[in-house]
């Protein structure tokens, strides 16, 4: 078992999942149930799978939760690019936010391998 606060990964998603809840603050008040929801439940299922991951006691099982998070992380891309289209997110935060998302990714892919490679 893996200390998940101690990851790297885990610390962008974390501070990432808070920046996206500040900005889902400011869409309409009529997507609370909708994007914003999902918006959220995407971006916070990334740490969430994290820190699930590493409660498991072998490489294996953390190696199936970060698949988990990664495709929770591309759920939050497809949403974010949503979100801008309509006009709720900004051109800056949605550029900022794809940049943030896809660093995430590339952390996720790299560990996977790592984990796999150690197997």
């Given at each position: 078992m893996k200390d998940f606060r101690n990851l790297k990964v885990w610390q962008k998603a974390h501070s990432f999942t808070i920046?996206?809840?500040e900005i889902t603050n400011t869409f309409p008040r009529e997507e609370l149930y909708?994007?914003?929801?999902q918006l959220r439940r995407a971006v916070s299922s990334i740490p969430i799978n994290i820190s699930e991951g590493c409660g498991r006691f072998t490489?294996?099982?953390?190696?199936?939760f970060l698949q988990i998070s990664m495709g929770s992380a591309s759920e939050t891309k497809y949403l974010l690019l949503l979100s801008n289209n309509?006009?709720?997110l900004d051109n800056k935060d949605y550029s900022q936010s794809t940049k943030q998302i896809q660093e995430i990714k590339k952390m996720l892919a790299k560990f996977i391998i790592r984990l796999r490679n150690n197997s």
């Open positions: 920046k996206l809840y909708g994007i914003t929801n490489d294996k099982d953390l190696a199936r309509l006009g709720y």
